[in-house]
């Protein structure tokens, strides 16, 4: 139906069976090379408990909770309970938060790549300043070039990845940035594991080598090919569809390509996509921006993820034991990320999403009851049952791996309407480390108050989001991405809404 007219949807009709192609060696090398922007997201949630956790870094940075470390405490709960340590880690995401906003005009105007790039510049800045730091004004300052880097490239790449791949392979090829994230993550939990060796300046290792990831999402940006969605959108129709046909490796491109000419002749209508995302046709896909990213941190992983080495040392463990436990489950989260790629194109993510959320609610339950029956403030945990522990925990982090850990990006990022897509991205990833932030600053003093309940209070909210996603998610596997707005239309809920 070229040329045909089309309303709020933003397409005429639906095309999906028209569309030609195959999966090109082109588009799978552009798909890995862009999702390694996952990595420079997963190696700082990896290296920042490490080195949280080392003697050198808190007796240079934070001498108190040195001191309190060192010596015998009435709780061990709150053994690290300083705000100014959270702050550590938690401030870059308060910074990623600002980038995302400021990233959706530039993905926007200048292309998916441009703010690939800037968003790796902007971690190298971070890493070299974190790595030479003398004082804490300069090593939060590298905090927060690393938190610019973040946000540009979390809003970039799940995006480049959605309107890159194949319909039938969108889900597994944009697991490839959760994929990386976990490669991240496993790769910085052994770097600690080794520089903690190297006292007491091994932690400036940690936090320098972040430039290598970075580097990689530079040099990929720089080199990778821009999406046809991205340059029909800003006027380079036959540009565009030259990269549609390398990419799908066929000249027929007819279908899908007058679905992007169609969304993006929308697109080019609406100059201001934060406020047209409000619309009522919108709000299906804005409340999904909101409440998958939150959902997907109220599991409660990235508290186990930021802050495994001083939650192990908490419960008993030695320096050497903590660090390889979080190195254990670091290596176990990006081994189950493959379960969801083999997976979520032949199950769908709600089916993902459920048993994921299931198993996640059982593992915290678990380890709740071993630590409020076995742990006390003033004693370690026994040798089993800190294996026990350490098992139902990697239990925890395989269920998330496969479920919300890469589907948490992956829906998101395919439901949007090309004219609100920069947009809702930016909602996506700043609501995700708003909470991120909030989690990362108060899971230390939460961890304090709550003692063994602060796993109740995660199993709670994964209760709540499992339902959410059995009534409120409708089913994207198979669906083109210019295409969703028919799902909305087909809910049984949400066709109230948007009609």
Known sequence: MAGGSFGPTGVATERAAEYKGRVTAYVIVACLVAALGGSIFGYDIG????????????????????????????????????????????????????????????????????????????????AALDASAVNLPMLNL???????????????????????????????????????????????????????????????????????????????????????????????????????????GTTDVHAELQDIIDASELAKTVEHPFRNILERRNRPVLVMAIFMPTFQILTGINSILFYAPVLFQSMGFGGNASLYSSALTGAVLASSTFISIATVDKLGRRALLIS?????????????????????????????????????????VVAFGWSWGPLGWTVPSEIFPLEVRSAGQSITVAVNLFFTFIIGQSFLSLLCAFKFGIFLFFAGWITVMTI?????????????????????????FWKRIVL
Request: glycine residues 12%; aromatic residues 12%.
């Open 47 to 126: 290296i920042s408990g490490g080195v949280t956790s080392m003697d050198g870094f808190l007796k240079k940075f934070f001498p108190t909770v040195y001191r309190s470390k060192k010596h015998a405490h009435e709780n061990n709960y709150c053994k690290y309970n300083n705000q100014g340590l959270a702050a550590f880690t938690s401030s870059l995401y308060l910074a990623g938060l600002v980038a995302s906003l400021v990233a959706s005009p530039i993905t926007r105007n200048y292309g998916r790549r441009g703010s690939i790039i800037a968003g790796g510049i902007s971690f190298m800045i971070g």
């Open 142 to 248: 590298g905090r927060i070039m690393l938190g610019f880097g973040i946000g540009f490239g979390n809003q970039a790449v799940p995006l480049y990845l959605s309107e890159l791949a194949p319909t039938h392979l969108r889900g597994a090829l944009n697991m490839m940035f959760q994929l990386a994230t976990t490669l991240g993550i496993f790769t910085a939990n052994m770097i600690n594991y080794g520089t903690e060796k190297l006292q007491p300046w091994g932690w400036r290792l940690s936090l320098g080598l972040a430039a290598v990831p970075a580097t990689l999402m530079t040099v990929g940006g720089i080199l990778l090919p821009e999406t046809p969605n991205s340059l029909i959108e800003r006027g380079f129709e036959k540009k565009g569809k030259e990269v549609l046909e390398k990419i799908r």
């Open 356 to 396: 994921g959320g299931i198993q996640m609610i059982i593992c915290q339950v678990i380890v709740s009851i071993i630590l409020g029956l076995k742990f006390h403030g003033d004693q370690e945990l026994s040798k089993a049952f800190s294996v026990l522990v350490v098992v139902v925990i990697c239990l925890f």
């Open 468 to 492: 959410f996603v059995y009534f409120f998610l409708p089913e994207t596997k198979g669906v083109p991405i210019e295409e969703m707005v028919f799902l909305w239309k087909k809910h049984w």
